[in-house]
């Protein structure tokens, strides 16, 4: 057996596309929503990832099971930078009212989803890929189950504290109308930039 890492790439998900014309499946990772114990979850399907992954936050607000790895391993990123993957637990989720699932994931700190599954669960399943549909196709249980991609998942936002804007006209607040008309300047300039890159 070799011994070393298992490299994981944090990938953008929404990348913006160059050509209006380019449909958006060609370039887009799977992404969707599930339900997780009744909360919304966001979940990649990515075939070329060799592992099933939870966010960590997410196991521990779920409160779900953890227990040790039977084979840790180390995951680097590209900045050099590693972590030991020390712990697992059981997901279970749904797509629909009536489709559960469960896979194993490993417990890591990611940015990029709630849950990604990888090849485990795509081999696990038996389950068929679209390329040109960007859809996967699974059977559970005698019924036939399409999943199809978001478009896009918007972040989620915090709600917003009601404050009252600020007046730029008083005394008080001349530094921070400066600092606005700087940061104004810089982003116009930064546009500009862009676009003669084009």
């Known amino acids: 057996m070799v011994e070393g890492y298992n490299f994981f790439m944090q990938p953008l ?20 929503r599930v339900a997780c114990q009744g909360r919304l979850c966001t979940l990649i399907i990515d075939g070329g990832s060799c592992s099933n992954l939870a966010l ?3 196991v521990e607000k779920l409160n779900l099971k953890t227990e040790d790895h039977p084979n840790p391993y180390q995951i680097a990123w590209v900045n050099d930078t590693s972590i030991l ?19 194993w994931c490993d417990v890591l700190p ?18 068929q890929h679209d390329g040109y549909e960007n859809t996967y196709t699974l059977v559970r ?17 915090q709600p917003e504290e009601k404050v009252a804007p600020l007046k730029l006209e008083e005394p008080s607040n ?7 008309e700087v940061l104004e300047r ?6 500009m930039n862009l676009e003669s890159k084009r």
């Open 141 to 157: 249980n005698g019924r036939k189950k399409i999943l199809r991609p978001m478009k896009e998942i918007p972040p989620h936002k």
């Open 56 to 58: 960590e936050e997410l």
């Open 174 to 180: 001349i530094l921070i109308k400066k600092q606005v």
């Open 13 to 32: 998900v929404n990348i913006p596309r160059l050509n209006e014309e380019e449909d958006w499946r060609r370039t887009s990772i799977f992404q969707t």
């Open 85 to 103: 993957v020390s712990s697992r637990c059981l997901v279970t989720f749904n797509f629909s009212n009536n489709f559960e699932l469960s896979a």
């Open 186 to 191: 810089t982003k116009k300039s930064s546009m």
């Open 110 to 127: 990611m940015k990029v989803a709630h849950i990604m599954l990888g090849r485990p669960w795509l081999f696990d399943e038996r389950v």
